[in-house]
């Protein structure tokens, strides 16, 4: 089933584009536009103003689409290029995947690997055609996610730190299987914002914490937030902590 964000947050937030339309040239207001590039289908704010421009690609969850976490570009800076990715899995009528989930060896939370695999390299094809057509270099991209997006982030930033400045995990946790690959220390100036409500229902608070405690003995720099009470959603709170922790790591 599709994620939900928190309902104060939805009825707070606006979607500028519903259908899908035609790629169009670039904006000066901020209007919404549908792009395919050989990878991956997704919806893109860009930026406005003189200010440089920060890349920011937020991928959803399961079950969910481009448009899911689209109303967060309402919370974020102006020169903030936003881009909403859809994952290549359909899996019902406007439903998608970016992998089908399964257990690891441990009964940990895992996925199947041959399209885990392919995602991770569809969305870091799309991170570097992004990159290169709007000249935004690594220290001003950041890549972030709901759930199985939270997951995905996690993949992204762990496997490829230098494409990154930050990564930002809404309710997510790392597999695993990733932290077997990258258990050499390669972190680099990676920052990483892990966030969870400790009322999660899907994946519980432990993943965070544990996630946390391996981050922290592998050297990397993480900001750890916990939101009381908060089940499988996200908060207006904690899209404004993630707002704060872009701008402190530019």
Same mark, same amino acid.
């Given at each position: 089933m599709k994620y939900l964000l928190n309902l104060a947050l939805v /009825?707070? /937030?606006? *979607?500028?584009? $519903?259908?899908?339309?035609?790629?169009?040239?670039?904006?000066? &207001?901020n209007e919404i536009q549908n792009v395919k590039n050989d990878s991956l289908f997704y919806k893109i704010r860009e930026a406005k103003g003189a200010e440089k421009p920060v890349l920011l690609i937020l991928m959803h969850g399961f079950g969910a689409n481009e448009e899911d976490l689209l109303p967060l570009a309402e919370y974020l800076p102006e020169n903030y290029i936003v881009v909403t990715p859809q994952a290549? %899995?359909?899996?019902?009528?406007? &439903?998608? $995947?970016?992998?089908?989930?399964?257990?690891d060896a441990?009964?940990?939370f895992g996925?199947? $690997?041959?399209? /885990?695999?392919a995602s991770i390299?569809? *969305?870091? &094809? /799309?991170v570097k055609d992004l990159q290169k057509k709007y000249n935004v270099k690594a220290d001003r991209t950041f890549i972030g996610g709901f759930s199985q997006g939270a997951n995905m982030s996690y993949q992204l930033g762990l496997r490829y730190p230098t494409l990154f400045k930050g990564i930002g995990v809404l309710s997510g946790t790392i597999f695993n299987t990733l932290k077997q690959a990258e258990d050499k220390t390669k972190a680099g100036s990676l920052k990483i914002?892990?966030?969870h409500g400790d009322q999660d229902n899907r994946i519980p608070f432990t993943e965070a914490e544990s996630s946390k405690k391996w981050?922290?003995?592998? $050297?990397?720099?993480?900001?750890?937030?916990? %939101?009381?009470?908060?089940s499988h959603s996200i908060s207006q709170e904690e899209i404004q902590d993630l707002v704060k922790f872009t701008q402190k790591n530019l």
């Open positions: /009825l707070s /937030l606006t *979607v500028s584009c $519903q259908a899908k339309e035609p790629e169009k040239p670039i904006s000066e &207001n290549p %899995y359909k899996i019902g009528n406007q &439903n998608y $995947q970016w992998y089908t989930s399964e257990k441990d009964g940990g996925g199947k $690997q041959e399209e /885990l695999t390299a569809k *969305v870091e &094809n /799309l914002f892990v966030a981050l922290d003995a592998h $050297q990397y720099q993480s900001d750890f937030h916990t %939101y009381k009470g908060m």
